[in-house]
């Protein structure tokens, strides 16, 4: 039996975990904040994170067009903890990803793209 879109999103986010080291869970959250597919720890309440992420995602993007710094590409925030970095995945999606404060981020950002560019065909 054929897998859904669903299955192949989340699919993908677990090979972006193996293949981004230090990346630790991801989710495909709508620009309108609700869950696409996700593969996070349990404990981390997924529609507390989809909202957050598009609220970001908003906020990011008028920044961008307001200071005039091009189309959106990535938002991220540092904790003493980690990261969270949010990638567009077309125009009606974002990749959100926590990844570990030790986590080499160029390696984290290329992994992001590729997993995003492959999961605009399955939206």
């Known amino acids: 039996m054929a897998k859904s879109r669903t299955e192949l ?3 993908r ?9 230090g990346i630790e ?3 495909v959250i709508s620009v309108d904040g609700l869950s696409i597919a ?8 997924e529609d507390r994170v989809s909202a957050m992420s598009a609220a970001m ?5 008028r920044i961008s067009v307001e200071l005039q710094r091009g189309m959106l590409e990535q938002v991220y925030v540092r904790g003493k903890k980690g990261l969270v970095v949010l990638v567009s995945v077309g125009t009606e999606a974002v ?10 981020l160029g390696l984290v950002f290329l992994e ?4 995003a ?3 605009v065909g399955l939206i």
């Open 38 to 45: 996700s593969s996070l720890p349990v404990g981390v309440e």
């Open 9 to 11: 999103m989340v699919d």
């Open 25 to 27: 869970a991801s989710a």
């Open 95 to 104: 990749l959100t990803s926590l990844v570990r404060e030790d986590a080499r």
């Open 117 to 119: 560019d492959e999961l």
């Open 13 to 21: 986010l677990r090979d972006l975990h193996a293949a981004g080291p």
């Open 57 to 61: 995602l908003s906020l990011g993007e």
């Open 112 to 115: 992001m793209r590729r997993a």
